[in-house]
């Protein structure tokens, strides 16, 4: 039996439907428009992504030059920035006339280079976006967003609510347009100022192109009034969206729609102009003189835009031709040391690049590996005492396991000035004068001893470290809301074998192999999801680095995988850990179960584990301003920690920033190189995978995680008003799920200036160790991989195994490249250089 609310919308749709319009359907311009919206989730989930995903299927630089020009954004560094990158020396000579000739022939070269560093080029072209809807303010002197948005936004953020009011939006359970109505009926008050609007809820005689023929009053204008209206608050359109594609993405659900949006705005809007001029006004068409251009009509490449491709294209290959000249000019003096001390795998996250240098520094018999941080376990996690699942596996994935959380040591603790009691009359008046005056002592002894407390966003308490999981699943029927409970011997030994196979970790086994996740902990920080593992959904990577343990440990896992070929000799123990990449910390799981020779072998990798932890804090902390670099590594590891949990720090960490690369290939590829913590790792030996089989998997994932941080930063960074959230010094977290500036302003998507301030704006290099042609048929196999690459969203490199030589993908086909560096600076120890520097660091040849 079909429910009210969606009696109601399918009325709505059919009338649509019904219309006799020819020109315009709603329906099909709301697909379109979402694709277009910002599409970042909810703070609990925000997850990395190409800003720009609508245009991914065209060329990168065309592509950009039209989001400018339709809706406004800056995709680009201005032509002066790069001109002080070139007199700088960031953006080179000799790779600026290598780019001209390139895309432009050796003989119009001169006279191109002349016009990149001395013409004035004029860059102030009006966006599309808006241009129709700016007549109302033009004709009519009327804003429209500031007698709508206000209300809108309030109405939105108290129906989407996720915990900060203390009470619920009266009968949401009916979905947003239908409480809307049942609120107007059952209500003393009303949301709108006039009649008209009010009865035409009530009635139903809302169907969006009748609303529109009110308002615009020609149809050939419609679809461009929707785009103008919904892009002058393109946050919370885009949330949404979001929501209305993924409403699991909310802990507290809540039924919404574009659809419903754009007709509640609608009635707004006419209930505003009867407000000001009465039932007299006419339609916007009544007053337009010229019609506004088609927001998607063809836009022309200009010779500005040809400059500012040619720039980017020097500013990125600048900083490529060192990395791909360092790769080359390495001599492969590190010696394959053997048997290994131990092998540790991590997340392929690039903060994890200058961790593991400092592994390999001080215990040159290890190994370390890197892969995606979910490590092949997909799974929902349900913590004890939990009402929710959380999904701990990459974004587009959904599981069909569940990992269940008990036998929890500790409990989770609270503020007690933290209490709905508070809000009430009476018991509000006794906690604030006793419990406030305590609250307002902690909040000021925090100012000078920042500690961890309650309201701490710690990596470590995602799960219990003493806790039992549920992994393995002995009765296939064993299942919750259709989700199997944990994984059978077989499937455990299938992940297991995959991911070995995929970093090349088949043989020469260490007595203990580390498997370490990730997470960060933070305080007074919504973006605190934006920190953690993406590969995790936003979430530490501390349960699956367990679950995965737990499997390559199972007796009859190594039965099967040993029946397949691989031998893990059964003294060989895995062990999880998880890597806090705020506070440098690492914490190790199920520790009691390593044998006693193990046990010991561990307790000596710890003290190499805390002297890296405390070096690698040291190489952070240059870019930081409140911290000496010259300190010992000890003492400024301890004053990391602090700057972790304080409440008035923006910074706990730059998470992301100046990411660049993703090497794909054996530790080797880039071991004699400093890197500058700029490069994603993700081990892979090509003599395991000589098809391309578990390449393919790698590269699947790489592109859009990978590449997705990267663009994402890339364009918050030239855009931080539009594309990012701005600084996060005003911020007002609205209802738990997105962050505004003040009370009443739009959602920020993208990232706040605090974590891309110190980020260079060029796109991933994905380095592939393998054979070119191995390479070009792996990324053919899946066109939403492919267009990464062919449309140069990012850059591909292979690197032939054989001769090093080097392979760029361009138009389809990979090219000889040889780099114009001919040499490095050499350098034994990287400190005396960290220690001054705050700025991006050249690549250097580790000595």
């Not at 960490?653 to 080797?668: D, F, M, Q, W």
Request: net charge neutral; hydrophobic share 35%.
């Amino acid at each position: 039996m079909k429910t009210v609310p969606s009696l109601i919308h399918e009325h709505e749709l059919l009338a649509e439907q019904k219309s006799t319009n020819t020109l315009f359907n709603a329906h099909d311009v709301i697909h379109d428009l979402k694709h277009y919206l910002p599409a970042q989730a909810p703070l609990k989930d925000f997850i990395h992504h190409n800003t720009l995903h609508a245009f991914q299927h065209k060329p990168f630089h065309q592509a950009i030059h039209e989001a400018s020009t339709i809706f406004g954004y800056k995709v680009s560094l201005t032509i002066d920035e790069y001109r002080e990158f070139y007199q700088s020396g960031r953006i080179r000579e000799d790779i600026l006339e290598k780019v001209i000739e390139q895309r432009k022939g050796t003989k119009q070269a001169k006279e191109w280079k002349e016009k990149l560093l001395t013409w004035k080029y004029n860059a102030s072209d009006s966006p599309r976006i808006g241009f129709l809807r700016a007549n109302w303010k033009k004709y009519y002197k009327i804003d429209l967003d500031s007698l709508v948005h206000p209300i809108l936004f309030r109405i939105l953020c108290s129906y989407l609510d996720q915990g900060i009011a203390m009470w619920n939006f009266p009968v949401w359970q009916n979905g947003f347009l239908a409480s809307l109505k049942e609120m107007e009926r059952n209500s003393f008050t009303s949301f709108f100022r006039k009649d008209r609007a009010k009865k035409m809820l009530l009635n139903d005689e809302c169907a969006i192109d009748s609303l529109l023929e009110m308002v615009v009053g020609d149809e050939t204008l419609y679809t461009q009034y929707l785009y103008d209206q919904q892009f002058a608050h393109q946050g919370w359109s885009g949330m949404v969206s979001a929501i209305e594609d993924q409403p699991q993405t909310l802990v507290d659900p809540r039924k919404i729609s574009l659809h419903d949006l754009i007709v509640f705005e609608l009635l707004l809007e006419i209930d505003a102009l009867d407000f000001q001029f009465g039932n007299d006004w006419k339609p916007l068409r009544s007053r337009l003189i010229t019609h506004p251009t088609d927001l998607f009509a063809p836009v022309p490449f200009t010779s500005y835009d040809e400059a500012i491709a040619i720039w980017q294209e020097a500013f990125e290959w600048s900083y490529y031709d060192q990395v791909l000249a360092g790769i080359g000019l390495q001599k492969q003096t590190h010696k394959n040391i053997s048997p290994k001390s131990f092998q540790a795998m991590f997340c392929i996250d690039d903060r994890e690049c200058s961790f593991r240098r400092y592994l390999e520094k001080f215990d040159p018999a290890c190994e370390t590996f890197g892969t995606p941080g979910f490590f092949g376990v997909e799974f929902f996690f349900q913590p004890e005492h939990g009402k929710t699942y959380t999904k701990l596996c990459p974004a587009p994935v959904t599981p069909k396991y569940l990992i269940k959380e008990a036998g929890t040591k500790g409990k989770r603790q609270k503020d007690v000035h933290f209490t709905k009691h508070t809000h009430s009359l009476f018991r509000g008046l006794l906690i604030t004068q006793t419990l406030g005056f305590w609250s307002a002592f902690k909040l000021f002894l925090n100012i000078f001893r920042p500690s961890m407390n309650p309201a701490t966003a710690s990596s470590f308490r995602h799960m219990d470290k003493y806790s039992l999981l549920t992994i393995e699943n002995k009765d296939a029927s064993h299942r919750e809301n259709e989700l199997q409970i944990g994984f059978t011997v077989e499937e455990m030994a299938i992940r297991v074998e995959n991911l070995l196979k995929s970093i090349g970790l088949v043989k020469d086994f260490a007595p203990v192999i580390y498997v370490i996740g990730h997470g960060s902990s933070s305080i007074n920080n919504p973006h605190y999801a934006a920190y953690d593992c993406g590969a995790c959904s936003g979430r530490p990577g501390s349960v699956n680095a367990r679950v995965i343990c737990y499997m390559a440990n199972h007796p009859e896992v190594r039965a099967i995988l040993r029946s397949r070929g691989m031998e893990i000799p059964a003294e060989i123990q895995f062990l999880g850990g998880l890597h806090d990449t705020t506070r440098d910390e690492v914490a190790f799981y199920d520790e009691n179960s390593l044998s006693s020779k193990n046990q010991e072998i561990h307790r000596k990798n710890e003290t190499v584990f805390n002297k890296a932890l405390d070096h690698n804090a040291k190489e952070r902390s240059r870019r930081f301003e409140s911290i000496n670099s010259k300190e010992s590594p000890a003492y400024i590891h301890n004053k990391v920690k602090r700057r972790s949990v304080s409440l008035f720090e923006p910074r706990p960490e730059l998470n992301h920033a100046t990411n660049a690369l993703c090497i794909v290939g054996k530790r080797e590829l880039s071991k004699g190189l400093f890197l500058d913590r700029r490069s994603f790792m993700n081990s892979f030996d090509y003599q395991v995978d000589p098809e391309g089989k578990y390449l393919f998997n790698i590269l699947k994932a790489a592109a859009p995680v990978c590449g997705g941080i990267n663009l994402e930063y890339f364009f918050s960074r030239v855009d931080n008003h539009k594309l990012g959230a701005g600084t996060k010094l005003p911020h007002n977290v609205m209802g738990l799920f997105g962050v505004a500036n003040g009370i009443d302003g739009d959602l920020r998507p993208g990232l706040p200036s605090q974590m891309i301030e110190v980020h260079d704006p060029v796109r991933l290099m994905i380095i592939v160790e393998h054979f070119p042609d191995v390479v070009l048929k792996t990324i053919q196999k899946s066109p939403e991989t492919y267009e990464w690459f062919i449309n140069e969203w990012v850059h591909l490199v292979a690197v032939h195994p054989e001769t090093r030589e080097f392979y760029v993908f361009r138009e389809g086909n990979f090219t000889p490249y040889q780099p114009i560096t001919q040499k490095l600076e050499a350098v034994a120890d990287i400190t005396p250089i960290i220690e001054v520097q705050q700025d991006n660091l050249p690549v250097y040849l580790l000595s």
